[in-house]
């Protein structure tokens, strides 16, 4: 089997990392080798417990340890990742003879040290992720909107063993709170597994909100599976639109299938087919082409899936690769808001981003 070079290096990284970050702990671990041992020996089984959290085996455990073993395992490579750098700076800085050797080699004050600065990076980091934040947005309702309207635009909850009903619960009060006219969902409602979401029965949740929610497919409604993901919407009394387009008032949302199906429709296609004297709004969880919205005279787009990150220097990657990766943006008369996310994919961690939900109104 061929694998492809870059393929086989984002394979061989975690591993390399992994590697190199139990030798920093083993070195500067005071020499009780009973503690060295259990302590990268723990680590070893956190890393394991990823590649677990990342295959179908969880759903054949109880909800609670399936719980305990995503969680585990995702929050591991990020701390991990943070642990390779760290150890970076200080064998560097180490060798450059600007930290005295005694701290990096069997000490009690560089292991106390390192401890209590992970503690409060990843304290922070979990309460940020949890902290989340309001986006307001004004826009122009070209003449097209008669009376005053307010929208709130989600993207990326990833409902499963981590986001769990009690989270969406909590999600669900600010939202409602806002008191909105309709709330839209641009992908990525389920993380990867029907399981949990279905044993918690999230989708009560969303019954007695009292305006009207529309949602699109994400790669990991995909990975979910599209019909058990349609089946959580009916149930939730969600309008999913997949390549279909929805009339609310002087809005007409364009929900397009995502990229993950290659066969979807194109935006010109849905375009041939919608009311142009209505405010168009386009949902697309990806945020790719952001000409064709342009090109087809679309008055605002909006996406996720970048979580612009999640964590430092992640989203100096999203950017790389992304035209817009975060925020709000302008191509002639189209307005783009790219979202981070108001859940996340894997560790509940924020680096560096936020979690969010975004509030827009029409002037």
Same mark, same amino acid.
């Given at each position: ?8 290096? %984002?394979?061989? %990284? ?7 970050? !139990? ?5 500067? %671990? ?11 020996? @723990? ?11 990342? !295959? ?18 995702? !929050? ?9 750098? @760290? ?16 701290? #990096?080699?069997? &000490? ?14 990843? !304290? ?13 947005? $004004? ?15 989600? &993207?990326?909850?990833? #409902? ?21 006219? *309709? ?14 979401? =279905? ?27 599209? *019909? ?23 809005? *007409? ?7 993950? +199906? $290659?066969?979807?429709?194109? %935006? ?5 087919? $919608? ?20 090109? +087809? ?26 035209? +817009? ?22 560790? =509940? ?15």
């Amino acid at each position: 089997m061929n694998i492809p070079p870059i393929a086989l290096f %984002l394979m061989l %990284l975690p591993i390399a990392g992994q590697i190199y970050v !139990s030798y920093g702990v083993w070195q500067v %671990l005071p020499y009780i080798l009973w503690l060295r041992i259990v302590t990268v020996s @723990l680590m070893a089984l956190a890393f394991l417990s990823f590649f677990v959290a990342m !295959s179908g085996w969880l759903d054949k455990l109880p909800l609670e340890i399936a719980t305990i073993g995503y969680n585990l395992g995702t !929050s591991w490579i990020v701390v991990l990742l943070y642990m390779a750098i @760290l150890f970076a700076i200080v064998h560097i800085c180490g060798l450059l003879a600007w930290i005295p050797k005694q701290y #990096l080699h069997q &000490s009690y004050l560089g292991t106390t040290i390192l401890c209590g600065l992970l503690l409060v990076l990843f !304290s922070y980091a979990r309460y940020h992720y949890e902290d989340k934040k309001r986006v307001e947005l $004004v826009l122009n309702g070209k003449g097209k909107i008669k009376e005053p309207k307010k929208l709130v635009l989600v &993207s990326d909850l990833h #409902l499963g063993y981590h986001n769990r009903r009690q989270d969406l619960h909590r999600w669900l009060e600010q939202i409602k709170a806002e008191e909105p006219d *309709a709330l839209l969902i641009a992908g990525d409602l389920i993380d990867r597994t029907i399981k949990p979401v =279905k044993e918690e029965r999230a989708e009560e949740e969303f019954k007695e909100l009292g305006f009207p929610v529309y949602a699109i497919y994400g790669n990991h409604d995909y990975y979910t599976g599209v *019909a058990a993901d349609r089946e959580f919407c009916e149930k939730a009394g969600i309008k999913l639109l997949k390549d279909e387009i929805a009339y609310f008032d002087d809005i *007409a949302i364009i929900g397009r299938d995502d990229r993950t +199906n $290659v066969h979807r429709k194109t %935006l010109a296609q849905l375009m041939d087919n $919608v009311d142009r004297s209505k405010y168009i709004i386009e949902l697309d969880h990806q945020p790719y082409h952001l000409e064709e919205a342009e090109e +087809n005279c679309v008055d605002f787009e909006f996406a996720g899936h970048t979580h612009h990150g999640q964590v430092w220097p992640g989203n100096w990657l999203t950017e790389a690769i992304y035209e +817009n990766a975060y925020g709000v943006s302008q191509r002639k008369g189209t307005t783009y808001y790219v979202s981070s996310g108001l859940g996340i994919w894997g560790a =509940k961690f924020r680096i560096g981003t936020q979690s969010e939900f975004l509030v827009v109104t029409f002037r």
